[in-house]
């Protein structure tokens, strides 16, 4: 039997099967992988490689199964950034699988998940934030939240707009970023407009109003490593309500 080592624990079997640490991987990829010249350009050893053959860039990472990089030129492929996953081919730049419309060098980081190529904005680069104001486009507590913006007329989760918000007078309560620790103090938040409180989780990618009846009393206090938010009838935990 033929091993070839190709390192990181990839070892290639008579040219016919790739094992990672003498599990069998990628095999729904048999019929396009060239055994004889597949090999790793750069890979961190468990979670996250970049691979190339005679014909493909091939890249898996914590963000996307193994596939082949779209349009990627194996005679002009190099890696940008590999923590960030930002790659270059053929003048087009990639972040992990995905193929920009622009080029990385346009493109301005603004707090959190969002970029600004020209008059565009963007969320974690691939996705357009449509109908976005880019002159009067803020991130709402970047460093502590980074996937909650507005400008003069919508309020933004990721690329979506927030239906229900009113963008002037939206705000995060204070509370909540004041640097007080409690229970998923690093993705959970609430904030109110001149109508609504919201409750927001950025891990579960939601944010949802909460229809109080005492909004000019909605509050957030911390208890017992609790984060909890308080209206008139009511205390909010993660979004839920029960009463006081």
Not at 127 to 156: L, M, R
Not at 176 to 201: M, P, Q, W
Not at 209 to 235: C, H, M, N, W
């Amino acid at each position: 039997m033929g091993r070839r080592a190709i390192g990181n624990g990839f070892v290639v079997v008579d040219d016919k099967f790739i094992l990672h640490f003498d599990k069998e991987v990628y095999r729904k990829f048999y019929g396009i992988i060239d055994f004889t010249s597949f090999e790793i350009i750069q890979s961190n050893g468990s979670t996250f490689h970049y691979f190339r053959d005679r014909n493909h860039i091939y890249l898996e990472s914590y963000m996307n199964a193994f596939c082949v990089l779209t349009d990627a030129d194996v005679t002009d492929f190099h890696i940008i950034d590999f923590e960030n996953g930002m790659a270059s081919s053929l003048a087009m730049d990639y972040v992990f699988d995905k193929k920009l419309s622009y080029r990385l060098a346009d493109s301005i980081a603004l707090p959190g998940l969002y970029q600004q190529v020209g008059d565009a904005i963007y969320c974690a680069y691939v996705h357009q934030v449509k109908n976005a104001d880019a002159a009067s486009f803020e991130v709402c507590h970047g460093e502590d939240i980074g996937n909650v913006a507005k400008d003069k007329n919508h309020v933004y989760f990721r690329n979506e707009i927030v239906a229900d918000a009113d963008a002037a007078s939206f705000r995060i309560l204070e509370q909540c970023v004041s640097g007080n620790y409690y229970r998923e103090c690093d993705h959970t938040f609430y904030a109110v407009d001149k109508r609504l409180a919201f409750y927001i989780d950025t891990i579960a990618r939601s944010i949802k109003p909460i229809r109080t009846k005492s909004l000019e009393q909605f509050r957030f206090e911390v208890r017992d490593e609790l984060g909890y938010a308080l209206d008139k009838e009511y205390r909010y935990l993660y979004g839920k309500r029960s009463r006081l």
